[in-house]
């Protein structure tokens, strides 16, 4: 059974910077492409960004130049760097496949405040 684990959340303030980190288990992760995810109280979760098995990424464009996803195979982890945050992305960050493979992680909590 693939198990996801997210850690490196935290409480930052604006402008600061958060590198988040997804632990994948029982999983061909490196044959994978995989995705990070984050839901505010009162909405949907929703992608941020993904990164195929070749290490090509896509950004929604709210942290489009802000956030980084990369992956370390040999790790079997995926990581967000987020840089320059604000209020608006305050939320509980997962990780999954982009076609969302696998049972969601308890995810990891991100309080952007002053």
């Known amino acids: 059974q693939v198990q996801l684990v997210e850690s490196g959340g935290g409480v930052v303030q604006p402008g600061g910077s958060l590198r988040l980190s997804c632990a994948v288990s029982?999983?061909?992760?490196?044959?994978?492409?995989m995705a990070w995810y984050r839901q505010d109280p009162g909405n949907q979760r929703q992608p941020v960004a993904s990164?195929?098995?070749?290490?090509?990424?896509t950004y929604a464009g709210s942290v489009k130049g802000r956030f980084t996803i990369s992956r370390d195979n040999a790790k079997n982890t995926l990581y967000l760097q987020m840089n320059s945050l604000e209020y608006e992305d305050t939320a509980v960050y997962y990780c999954?496949?982009?076609?969302?493979?696998?049972?969601w992680g308890q995810g990891t909590q991100v309080t952007v405040s002053s």
């Open positions: 990164i195929s098995t070749a290490g090509r990424t």
């Open positions: 029982g999983a061909f992760f490196r044959l994978k492409a």
């Open positions: 999954n496949t982009p076609d969302i493979q696998w049972q």
